[in-house]
């Protein structure tokens, strides 16, 4: 087996070593992370069962698709509610992964360059809380499509998750965009 | 593992909110985007070969309009990706390269590659003012490929210093 790289810093160097945020944020990170996984691998295994769930619970509800009982007019609203219904499922698995590394990196950036303890906790919070609860808008989107149909199960994600976390992630990324600009600036 | 200069790391978090934020703004704006670049399409009909026949007309509008929303959802996507790699990949440098040029060469590669997602935003913009080819042709030439081969050099140079890296005693 070969061995580790030497750290050209040495491994104890403090003023230009990254710092770890708190044991919470990597476990929410790399959760985080698995969730994305499972549900790109679930997707895969399970693809025929998701489709006749949501198929046959849009059927139950035929007034929120707009079905008329007309088998050709009923499958075309069929089909396009299955294909945003699987691609609210694929960006779930997309976004998580991102936003899992996405959390991982800004988060050592706060932890390490945020010298305010105040302002530190906030940003790793937000980072924190916004980067893991967008992706799982996505996951509501999907499962609202075959209840409440394409357009009002998005603007229910919307202000349910997406508007709320991913602003907090936005606004904690520019945060900390701030931060790091002034750090260069040399305040 | 070492920090990378601070000017790297600002454009690593830099380049990860701009991908946010133009992600949230294309799914928040879409149908203003389409108008806005609708608009556009008719103000320029010579750069788009308009023809004043409303069928041919409507198919190039279309597929321009297309074009831009294509390329700001790849400003999006590559924006996150891209961030992250700058982050990682200078940590790597700070971490493993010796020799305080080479290190600089490798920021100075890895950070111009970072910024290769607004090579996207440069061709939902040209796209819209120089006609779809055109516009398309631009910025491949003079952003995505100038930028993308930054970053694919910069990563070859981490790759062949990883490999070259004394073991740990």
């Given at each position: 087996m070969s061995r580790p790289i030497a750290d050209r810093a040495g491994p104890?160097?403090?003023?230009t070593a990254w710092r770890l945020p708190p044991r919470w944020v990597l476990l929410v990170a790399v959760l985080l992370i698995a969730c994305a996984e499972v549900g790109g691998a679930s997707m895969a295994r399970f693809k025929v069962e998701l489709t006749r769930w949501a198929r046959s619970v849009a059927l139950d509800r035929p007034a929120v698709h707009g079905l008329v009982g007309v088998r050709d007019v009923d499958e075309r609203i069929l089909d396009e509610m299955l294909v945003k219904f699987d691609a609210g499922l694929r960006l779930f698995h997309m976004h998580a992964e991102g936003m899992g590394l996405v959390i991982l990196a800004t988060t050592t950036v706060a932890a390490t360059l945020v010298r305010a303890a105040g302002a530190r906790r906030a940003l790793i919070l937000l980072l924190t809380a916004g980067g893991a609860g967008y992706p799982l808008g996505y996951l509501v989107w999907s499962w609202l499509i075959p209840y409440h149909g394409i357009e009002r199960g998005k603007a229910i994600a919307e202000w349910l998750v997406w508007i709320p976390f991913g602003g907090a992630a936005i606004a904690a990324l520019w945060g900390l965009a701030i931060v790091v600009a002034a750090r260069v600036a040399g305040r | 593992m070492t920090r990378p200069p601070l000017v790297v790391v600002l454009v690593a978090v830099l380049v990860l909110a701009l991908g946010e934020t133009g992600g949230a703004v294309m799914s928040r704006l879409r149908p203003q985007i389409e108008r806005y670049a609708a608009a556009r399409v008719a103000a320029n009909p010579r750069a788009h070969g308009l023809a004043g026949s409303a069928e041919y007309d409507d198919e190039v509008r279309d597929r321009a309009v297309y074009a831009v929303e294509a390329g700001l959802s790849f400003f999006h996507t590559h924006g996150e990706g891209m961030g992250l790699v700058l982050f990682f990949a200078a940590t790597l440098v700070a971490s493993v390269v010796p020799g305080r040029r080479a290190r600089g060469g490798l920021y100075a590669l890895l950070t111009a590659g970072a910024l290769f997602p607004l090579g996207y935003a440069v061709y939902a913009g040209a796209v819209l003012e120089l006609g779809r080819e055109a516009g398309i042709a631009l910025a491949e030439r003079w952003v995505l490929t100038a930028l993308g081969s930054a970053a694919i050099l910069g990563l070859a140079g981490l790759a062949v210093a990883i490999a070259t890296a004394r073991d740990r005693a």
């Open positions: 104890t160097d403090p003023a | -």
